[in-house]
């Protein structure tokens, strides 16, 4: 059964990037019908949903973070990573990586839903 | 960016009794293939969220009958028709029909 988990540094200070790998397990990502990604949850609040990449390298990525984040996929690792560049407090967070299933509604239409999600990783971000 | 409302924040419950959250959006969910892009996703205590419900009523796999997901355009409902104690969780609505996709608060189930 595909697994994945999150790993990168759990503190980091003010204005440094934050540099963060999925890990895929017992799965490949090189399906096209998957699409992978990032969610993040602070302490307390609603989840919120960061990108998402597609095994074509393409990306979208939430209006709110677009100017700092970036996605990317190395299959051959089976790793997902991510950037988020100029961290604040307020990226202080959980980061989990999801993978995005689809189903088909015919004719042609795709529904994706995130089926399978890491534990998690804590990001803190203080001086 | 569609904007996700759940009522209640918290629902105390008796074991063996019915439960219901609402989640409403700021936009219809009803793609123009019939199908309402909405989907729930339950996070228990210490874990990671998990897909509950997919397209507004479709139970993902492994989940048990007692929760129905209902709904159409901008009102939606996640019915547990008996509460036990796993579900002790936080329910939360998502909507996938445009980026970016957005969470409801989520809605607290706790027992009395």
């Known amino acids: 059964q595909v697994q994945l988990q999150e790993s990168g540094p759990g503190l980091l200070k003010p204005s440094q990037t934050l540099s963060l790998t999925c890990t895929v397990s017992a799965g490949s990502m090189n399906r096209g019908s998957y699409y992978w990604n990032w969610v993040r949850q602070p302490a307390g609040r609603r989840l919120e949903w960061i990108g998402r990449?597609?095994?074509?390298?393409?990306?979208n990525y939430n209006p709110s973070l677009q100017s700092r984040v970036t996605m990317s996929l190395d299959t051959s690792k089976n790793h997902l990573s991510l950037k988020l560049t100029s961290v604040t407090a307020a990226d202080t967070a959980v980061y989990f990586c999801?993978?995005?299933?689809?189903?088909?509604?015919?004719?042609?239409?795709?529904?994706?839903?995130?089926?399978?999600w890491g534990k998690g990783t804590t990001v803190t971000v203080s001086s | 960016e569609i904007v996700m409302t759940q009522s209640p924040l918290s629902l105390p419950v008796t074991p063996g009794e019915p439960a219901s959250i609402s989640c409403r959006s700021s936009?219809?969910?009803?793609?123009?293939?019939?199908?309402?892009?909405l989907d729930w996703y339950v996070q228990k205590p210490g874990q990671s969220p998990q897909l509950l419900i997919y397209l507004g009523s479709s139970r993902a796999s492994g989940v048990p009958d007692r929760f129905t997901g209902s709904g159409s355009g901008t009102d939606f409902t996640l019915k547990i028709s008996r509460v036990e104690a796993e579900d002790v969780a936080i329910y939360y609505c998502m909507q996938a029909l445009q980026t970016p996709l957005t969470f409801g608060g989520g809605t607290n189930v706790e027992i009395k």
């Open positions: 936009q219809s969910l009803l793609h123009k293939n019939g199908k309402n892009y």
């Open positions: 999801a993978r995005a299933e689809n189903v088909l509604i015919p004719p042609a239409d795709l529904h994706y839903y995130m089926d399978v």
């Open positions: 990449v597609f095994t074509d390298g393409r990306a």
